[in-house]
């Protein structure tokens, strides 16, 4: 929005050390708002905004944030619910909320066009959440209407947001790059634990004891429950070896469980919340992986309410949580569905591939993914994108399990015909199981992907590097290096090393390697493993190889950091 002359000279002024400290980022905000009132600078005619993106990602803090900090330096602003929407013109809605139902369209527009004037800024009508509340299928009536009308008043703008599943059935046509700025909220991702460590420190909660690799906390509402939970335990740090995403998930439903036994009085042991999970799950595979009917999901959840006269239904708590959401899905026609689904995809596999591996024993396993199978006839019949989730899930519990690993048991001509995505999928996978799933075979398969993608390899072997006890840790690429000679160390090791650490991309995930300096530089120590530190000194010295002088210089006082408290 920022006109050409000006916006190299501001970007240079106030993004090049974003990527360093998410603190900055609304403080850039506030200083865009400024840079546009104090240079007066020419903007092109759009003034409208959408923000959007995932469940619990932060929208609507963001948004909150930023309309307090422009009441604050009395910069006029109008802040508005879209649950609160009755139907019918938006206007309508907004004068109630205002109180000024007695007065025409055009004099409430006109009023808040002056009050932009007078206070040299553009007064912003902030709406968030279209996808909220009993009337938001109208908002597709209205909406373009609306831009129109606001267009003709130079000092008024408007920021909307919605939920990235609901873009296309309440926008759809109505919107586009014409009218309206599209911006996506990534949450903490690629700062995930830089925030996620400045969040646990305002909650009071200590820095976890060893890096944080979930990418579920980049979901500062998964954050904001674990931590609630914590909470209420009187616990001030996360549970040590919560690395498993088994572990994860089940930290994050007993805490669930333990929340609302409370609200409902009843005995957390009983396990109500897994059981209606469970049957809620059960009835996603193999027809409804993208949710369920809000009718049937509340009839299925509410059976195991323990007491339905206290308090809300056991399904309302449940929505009003988070665990589970209303979303919207579409038929083969473009049709919109509204249904109930679990928030969080992973969680959701986690629950059907458990649902499933539960039908079977050491013997029987080798043939679950036989053509008569659910699960085998999705992948007999190439549609494995369906079930990719579910499947890295099986590749954690199979393991586990069984000690076997979920390559063996697929078919032989299809593995050959799909060896990348197999291969993805056990990248993805292989961090998440316990250290005694691990055998020659897994390494057999490590080796493999090395010969397609070498990067990969490295990233894994990082990612388990400070896991005591764990077979595949800091100590086996020691090992590895310590056998290679320079040239050969150079080519596996130092240069990727090197190049690991380009800037990030907005929106994508923090390296490991990041993670690495910046936990053993900033992160808890006073309650971490002795073995743990020396693992990951070993890898920090490794990263002094690299060519890359700024690896080498964060990485040194990141050592000294580490050899200073554990001499």
């Known amino acids: 929005l920022i006109s050409e002359n000006k916006r190299d000279e501001f970007y240079d002024k106030k993004f090049n050390d974003l990527r360093y400290d998410y603190s900055q980022f609304n403080s850039a905000l ?57 139907g019918g013109s938006p206007f309508k809605t907004i004068k109630i909320l205002l109180d000024l139902e007695g007065y025409r369209d055009s004099d409430v527009l006109g009023a808040l066009d002056a009050a932009g004037e007078a206070y040299r800024s553009r007064t912003l009508i902030v709406i968030d959440a279209l996808n909220e509340g009993v009337h938001r299928d109208e908002w597709k009536n209205h909406i373009k209407a609306m831009l129109h009308d606001f267009s003709k008043y130079k000092n008024i703008c408007m920021l909307v947001s919605c939920r990235t599943t609901y ?38 909660i200590s820095k976890p004891s060893a890096p944080i690799l979930a990418p579920e906390f980049t979901n500062p509402l998964f954050l904001k429950v674990c931590c609630e939970a914590l909470k209420k335990n009187s616990q001030t740090t996360f549970p040590k070896g919560l690395h498993g995403i088994t572990k994860l998930f089940e930290f994050y439903v007993n805490s669930i469980e333990k929340s609302i036994a409370s609200a409902k009085h009843y005995n957390p042991d009983e396990k109500i919340i897994i059981k209606a999970l469970d049957n809620f799950a059960s009835k996603l595979f193999p027809d409804n992986l993208n949710g369920i009917s809000m009718t049937e999901a509340r009839q299925l959840i509410n059976k195991y309410d323990p ?14 949580i988070g665990i589970i959401s209303e979303d919207m899905t579409y038929d083969e026609n473009e049709n919109a569905i509204p249904v109930i689904r679990f928030t969080y995809e992973r969680h959701s596999d986690q629950f059907i ?55 063996d048991l697929l078919p032989k001509d299809y593995l050959n015909n799909h060896t990348y995505q197999f291969l993805e999928l056990f990248s993805n996978s292989v961090v998440w199981r316990t250290s005694n799933s691990f055998s020659d075979r897994t390494f057999e398969l490590l080796n493999k992907i090395d010969e397609y993608e070498h990067e990969k390899t490295l990233e894994i072997l990082l990612r388990l590097s400070t896991e005591p ?38 929106g994508s995930s923090e390296t490991i390697l990041r993670t690495l ?44 950091r580490l050899f200073s408290k554990f001499p």
């Open 353 to 407: 591939a458990n649902k499933i591996i539960n039908e079977y024993t050491t013997d029987s396993v080798k043939d679950l993914f036989s053509e008569e199978t659910e699960i085998g006839k999705i992948i007999s019949s190439n549609k494995y994108w369906r079930i990719d989730g579910i499947l890295e899930v099986l590749a954690v519990i199979i393991p586990e399990k069984f000690n076997l690993e979920l390559f």
């Open 469 to 506: 006890e764990h077979p595949w840790n800091a100590e086996l690429l020691h090992k590895n290096l310590m056998e290679k000679s320079i040239a050969e160390r150079d080519h596996f090791w130092s240069i990727n090393i090197a190049v690991a650490d380009q800037e990030e991309d907005e």
């Open 30 to 86: 506030r200083d865009i708002s400024n840079f546009l009132n104090e240079k007066g600078t020419r903007c092109y005619e759009l003034r409208a905004a959408l923000l959007y993106g995932e469940a619990g990602i932060g929208k609507s803090h963001l948004l909150c944030d930023l309309s307090l900090h422009r009441t604050h330096n009395k910069q006029p602003t109008v802040f508005l619910l879209g649950q609160h929407y009755e």
């Open 167 to 204: 873009l296309r059935y309440i926008l759809s046509d109505q919107v586009d790059e014409t009218n309206i700025v599209s911006i996506e909220h990534y949450g903490f991702q690629g700062y995930e634990h830089r925030a996620a460590e400045k969040y646990l420190s305002r909650q009071g």
């Open 307 to 320: 007491n339905i006269s206290l308090g809300r239904a056991l399904f309302d708590e449940l929505l009003d």
């Open 517 to 560: 300096i910046e936990w053993s530089c900033f992160g808890e120590l006073n309650n971490i493993e002795e073995e743990r530190v020396r693992l990951c000194a070993i890898i920090l010295l490794w990263f002094l190889t690299t060519s890359n002088r700024k690896i080498r210089d964060q990485s040194t006082k990141s050592l000294v």
